[in-house]
């Protein structure tokens, strides 16, 4: 389903964030990135959807080059990928709704999106998007109001309105209190078992890669050290991809 052939990115300040980077992902897996901060796991998933831009290599979905799509093609593309962002990216001012909304944009016109008008079926299909993330009673209040777990719940429901075959979660529990990591991969597990929705998704804690991932790679200094499965990763192998001197984090 996704193919990732000598993916590198060079940056114009000269930092080579990915360095011949390739892997495949079959249908329904769920892939844990990993790596230190800097190893290129950010700009790997960026690169799928081309928000970020390769320097060379191919990226393959559905048999189809993303990497030599038009601007038309690539819209296509991001239709069926969904981002979950380690901050969130919400419009702190505007109501959860609004935020949910805006993943149908790549399914309306200009006009129809820049006045907010959305079908009676995008609509329903919000509330049911926030209330599979336990967020329905939250329609109608501020983004900003809501703890970081829920702005992430958020984040969410917005990708699934996109109808997504796959979801690129950008280390999506960074940026909240550990206590609160499982419950929000609790929900990619459940859209990638119940809807069979590929997660690919970059994470820190190595517990949380056992808990979630079906499969893994790692990456140190944009290259891959490591591809197969999250129970290959013992204390050896964490110390070859994080240093001799990382000691591993638990997330109760």
């Known amino acids: 389903m996704l193919k ?5 990115k060079v940056y114009p300040n000269g930092t080579q964030a990915l360095k ?20 290129g796991k950010s700009t790997l998933l960026r690169c799928i959807n081309r928000l970020i831009e390769p320097t060379s290599g191919k990226i393959f979905w559905n048999d189809q080059d993303v990497t030599a799509a038009s601007s038309a093609d690539i819209r296509n593309v991001r239709r069926q990928i969904g981002m979950v962002f380690q901050q969130f990216n919400l419009v702190k001012r505007s109501t959860v709704f609004t935020n949910v909304m805006s993943g ?3 399914y309306t016109n200009t006009l129809s999106s820049s006045l907010h008008l959305f079908s009676a079926e995008d609509r329903q299909r919000a509330l049911s998007s926030l209330e599979q993330v336990g967020l329905a009673d939250k329609a109608h209040v501020r983004a900003d109001s809501l703890s970081g777990g829920q702005q992430q ?3 969410i429901a917005r990708a699934l309105m996109q109808d ?3 979801i690129l979660a950008d280390e999506p529990v960074a940026s909240l209190d550990p206590v609160l990591a499982h419950s929000i991969l609790k929900y990619l597990e459940q859209l990638n078992k119940e809807r069979g929705i590929t997660v690919l998704c970059s994470l820190h804690f190595l517990d949380l890669v056992h808990r979630y991932a079906t499969s893994a790679i790692a990456l140190k200094d944009g290259e891959i050290v490591f591809q197969g499965l999250p129970k290959q990763i013992d204390d050896a192998q964490f110390k070859a991809i994080y240093g001799q001197e ?4 638990s997330v109760v």
Do not use: H, Y
């Open 246 to 249: 990382a000691e591993r984090v």
């Open 4 to 8: 990732v052939e000598n993916l590198t």
């Open 20 to 39: 011949n980077v390739s892997f495949e992902v079959k249908d329904g897996e769920f892939l844990a990135v990993i790596g230190l901060s800097g190893s």
């Open 104 to 106: 149908r944009l790549g």
């Open 164 to 166: 997504p075959k796959l």
């Open 153 to 155: 719940r958020v984040g």
